[in-house]
């Protein structure tokens, strides 16, 4: 395996990545939080946190940013960051879109 499978949402202003067992992981990948708040409000989706490292999926360095924290997590983004492919809308702008074709 070499992502991660979450759902980030946002509703009244505020970002929540939640992996698929449903831990909250803003704290670990906040440039991930950042880039989902440009998203429009009452929006959910669904997809893998991955990492590119040499044109390939790092799993490994995944893992490690899970660890970190803080100022440990800031300074492992810049060198790792992790990216958001989102795969299925759940939720667009309220509007419900899982029965969607």
Not at 2 to 20: K, Y
Not at 44 to 51: H, R, T, Y
């Amino acid at each position: 395996m070499a992502a991660h499978p979450g759902c980030v949402s946002v509703d009244a202003g505020q970002v929540v990545l939640r992996s698929r067992r449903g831990t909250e992981l803003g704290r670990a990948f906040q440039e991930v939080v950042a880039d989902a708040a440009q998203l429009p409000d009452a929006t959910a989706l669904d997809g893998e946190l991955v990492v590119w490292e040499e044109g390939r999926l790092a799993f490994e360095r995944l893992q490690d940013r899970l660890a970190r924290r803080g100022a440990r997590a800031a300074r492992a983004a810049t060198e790792w960051p992790v990216h958001c492919v989102a795969f299925d809308p759940l939720r667009l702008s309220g509007a419900d879109t899982t029965l969607l074709p």
